[in-house]
């Protein structure tokens, strides 16, 4: 992992990334970890850059290791009702929240940063350059995934286990074919035009 500058002084960090800000279904999902520096775990990085397998094993490996994780999350209503970023913000929050131990500091994957009362840094590319939030990304990703095969069980059809929501040809041809679900973002642009086209 290249080298990051850690903020000096604070004993507990948390790292917190999201999964799922460009999906048509489904919610965006965050996590935050704080890592245990006497228990280190290798293999960390971008959960995007490692295969299933890897990032299941990782996943698991993190919840036990970590000193502390949690996810947060914002609904599809949510997301329409505040648009994506306020949503994801909002997930951050609660995923912060729901950490078992407060960190002194949060380090936070992209350009933004949601309100806190905590000091935080926005690190860009931090999934890549910062274990906390790799560990953060890993989990995150891992639990989306899961509610995207469980949803697929509940409409096969859709093959969200295939292309976990995102706006891709087959999604497209599924959402034209069969229609609009509960769990679809009604204000992304796809679903918002096969809604106003019916």
Excluded at 121 to 129: E, N, R
Aim: net charge neutral; no cysteine.
């Amino acid at each position: 992992m290249a080298e990051f500058e850690y903020p000096q002084g604070f004993e507990l960090i948390a790292g917190v990334d999201e999964v799922g800000r460009g999906p048509l279904v489904g919610a965006v999902v965050t996590a935050a970890v704080i890592l245990d520096p006497n228990n280190p775990i290798d293999g960390l990085t971008d959960s995007k850059k490692l295969s299933e397998k890897k990032r299941e094993k990782l996943a698991e490996e993190i919840k036990q290791k970590a000193l502390a994780w949690a996810l947060g999350r914002a609904e599809p209503e949510e997301i329409d009702a505040l648009n994506i970023l306020q949503a994801t913000m909002l997930a951050m929050q609660r995923a912060i929240k729901n950490l078992k131990i407060q960190p002194h500091f949060v380090l936070i994957d992209g350009n933004r940063i949601p309100q806190l009362a905590i000091p935080a840094q926005a690190v860009v590319k931090g999934d890549s350059l910062v274990a906390e939030i790799s560990a953060a990304s890993i989990i995150a990703k891992v639990s989306r995934d899961h509610e995207m095969e469980v949803l697929d069980k509940q409409y096969p059809q859709y093959e969200f286990a295939k292309h976990k929501g995102y706006p891709t040809k087959v999604h497209l041809a599924k959402l034209a074919e069969f229609g609009v679900l509960p769990q679809h973002r009604r204000s992304f642009s796809p679903v918002r035009k096969l809604l106003e086209n019916e």
